[in-house]
C-alpha cells in the first residue's frame, strides 16, 4: 500500500494539502496539489488503512 509521507487533508475531492514540519518539528510552509493522480494516491491511502484500524469502542491504551 502506498502512503504519502506527510500528513495530508484532501478538500473536495479536487485539491490535497500537505503538512510539512522540520526536523525539530517546527511547521513548514504547506503544500498544495491538485493533479489527479496524487487526490487518487491519498484517497486509496485513506481508505486502505481506515479498513485496517481498530474501531474506537474496541481501542485498549496498553
Known amino acids: 500500500m502506498a502512503l504519502p509521507g506527510s500528513d495530508f487533508w484532501v478538500f473536495d475531492d479536487t ?27 491519498c484517497l486509496d491511502a485513506f481508505e486502505g488503512v481506515w479498513g485496517r484500524g481498530v474501531p474506537h469502542e474496541e481501542y485498549e491504551i496498553r
Do not use: N
Not at 510552509?29 to 494516491?41: F, G, H, M, S, T
Open 15 to 41: 485539491l490535497v494539502r500537505f503538512g510539512q514540519f522540520s526536523g525539530d518539528g517546527v511547521p513548514q510552509e504547506a503544500q498544495y496539489r491538485d493533479e489527479p493522480e496524487v487526490i487518487k494516491l
